[in-house]
Nanobody, 127 residues
Framework: QVQLVESGGGLVQAGGSLRLSCAASGGSFSTYRMGWFRQAPGKERESVAAISWSGNMRYYADSVKGRFTISRDNAKNTMYLLMGSLKPEDTAVYYC????????????????????WGQGTQVTVSS
């Protein structure tokens, strides 16, 4: 059973930065494609970024492109999301997700294509 635990959320002023971490256990982390999603109050869950198991393929939502960076350290079974130039509209609960990669470059921004999810971490950006 794969378990994902997010950390690093908090309250930050607009323009600030945060780094989220997603620690995985119970599976072969290096074979998983991973993703970050977020859900703001009253809104649907949306994809933020995704990364292939090798880290060579990355996806970013247009709303975060140029501000957020997704990365992973397979030796530490951990994925990261470095968030910069934060805006109030980035306020949401951030979730990490994982699933087995079919091939090395496999990547997905679709929530339904991930079986394993963390409990979420709150990010609040004040104006």
């Amino acid at each position: 059973q794969v378990q994902l635990v997010e950390s690093g959320g908090g309250l930050v002023q607009a323009g600030g930065s945060l780094r989220l971490s997603c620690a995985a256990s119970g599976g072969s982390f290096s074979t998983y494609r991973m993703g970050w999603f977020r859900q703001a109050p009253g809104k649907e869950r949306e994809s933020v970024a995704a990364i292939s198991w090798s880290g060579n393929m990355r996806y970013y939502a247009d709303s975060v492109k140029g501000r957020f960076t997704i990365s992973r350290d397979n030796a530490k079974n951990t994925m990261y999301l470095l968030m910069g130039s934060l805006k109030p509209e980035d306020t949401a609960v951030y979730y990490c997700a994982a699933d087995v990669a079919i091939y090395a470059g496999s990547i997905s921004s679709t929530a339904g294509e991930y079986r394993y999810w963390g409990q979420g971490t709150q990010v609040t950006v004040s104006s």
